[in-house]
């Protein structure tokens, strides 16, 4: 693997686009710069942004992502079932004010 300092030089001269170096960015890009057939005057330029080697043994291994622990979902306790209850139980209160309210002020 070889890193190489390509900011200044992508803002000028790529003749592709940013696309294809920020997709390469941040892991081991030889097989995208030579599937793509680069010419022999792009590889003497690759070497004037060359900054170093990278012993392959330091980089760390791909993990692959283990999601956070969540409580299990309870649909009873959620505000929308609170919502559904009000909306039942309130207009049964109120009919059964409004039975009461006539049964009392009824005239005997």
């Known amino acids: 693997m070889m890193p190489q300092k390509v900011g200044q030089w992508a803002d000028i001269r790529h003749q592709r686009s940013d696309e294809v170096l920020l997709s390469a960015t941040g892991k081991d890009a030889t097989n995208d710069f030579e599937d793509v057939g680069h010419s022999d005057s792009a590889r003497e330029m690759m070497e ?58 009824k005239e005997k």
């Open 48 to 105: 004037k942004y060359y900054i170093g080697e990278i012993d392959s043994s330091t980089v760390p291994l791909k993990r692959t992502y283990v999601p956070p622990q969540q409580a299990p979902y309870n649909p009873d306790k959620t505000p929308e079932f609170v919502i559904k209850i009000l909306q039942f139980l309130v207009p049964l209160l109120i009919l059964g004010l409004a039975f009461a309210v006539r049964h009392y002020t």
